[in-house]
């Protein structure tokens, strides 16, 4: 079956330092997206994307898609305290809206 | 906005007992709603996906007669857990579709079985 492996399993970094995190699939994906769960919490979506080659910004984040639709991979600049939780990226097959999980990147930033 | 309640948070039970876990979609219509379960510090695992007026799709290995799904109505889905044991206690989190490829996800209901 599909599967999404993802990495590293844990970061730390400094307050001000990049972080990535990234994310491989097994198969050929029609979509991958990204969530932030924070301690205690549930995932937050962050962002889809859908066509290959795509590269999406948020603020400090930038998401990018393989062009083989194959991996993807998050990258946080000058991280902040405020970053810090779990991100998941997980990713969908043909027409399916079943998403699999990778098993995250846990981010801790120290200030 | 697309926010997804679930009731209850946390749920302590005695073992044998059954537990009703909803997931609401509170400002949007829900089609489709999807039962995850998430162990500590682990990743999500798709128990099933949940569709309104008809029965529960679930995923392999995970015991349909066990975790009961009900899609009643376009803003509620119940998983229930029945016959609980201490190894199903998790995190239990739902998510419901507003678009396509679009899951918003609930708080999440922490289950221990006693």
């Known amino acids: 079956g599909q599967q999404v492996m993802q990495i590293p399993q844990y970061q730390h970094v400094q307050e001000g330092e990049d972080f990535t995190t990234y994310c491989n699939s097994s198969t050929t994906l029609s979509n991958i997206q990204w969530y932030k769960q924070r301690p205690g919490g549930h995932p937050v979506f962050l962002i889809q994307?859908?066509?290959?080659?795509e590269v999406k910004k948020q603020k400090r984040l930038t998401f990018q898609f393989g062009e083989a639709k194959k991996n993807s991979s998050l990258h946080i600049t000058a991280t902040q305290t405020t970053d810090v939780g779990t991100y998941f990226c997980a990713g969908s097959q043909g027409g399916s809206e079943k998403l699999v999980f990778g098993k995250g990147t846990k981010l801790t930033v120290n200030p | 906005g697309a926010v997804v309640s679930q009731h209850p948070s946390r749920v302590i039970c005695k073992s044998g007992t059954s537990v009703k876990i909803e997931c609401r979609s509170l400002d949007f219509q829900a089609t489709t709603m999807f039962w995850y379960r998430q162990f500590p510090k682990k990743s999500l695992m798709l128990m099933a996906t949940?569709?309104?007026?008809?029965?529960?799709?679930?995923e392999q290995g995970v015991e349909k007669d066990k975790f009961l799904i009900n899609h009643a109505s376009l803003t509620l889905s119940t998983l229930t857990v029945t016959s609980a044991h201490p190894e199903d206690s998790s995190f239990y989190i739902c998510?419901?579709?507003?678009?396509?490829?679009?899951?918003?996800f609930g708080p999440g209901t922490r289950l221990t079985v006693t």
């Open positions: 994307l859908v066509k290959s080659g």
């Open positions: 998510s419901a579709r507003k678009r396509a490829y679009e899951q918003y």
């Open positions: 949940s569709n309104e007026g008809s029965k529960a799709t679930y």
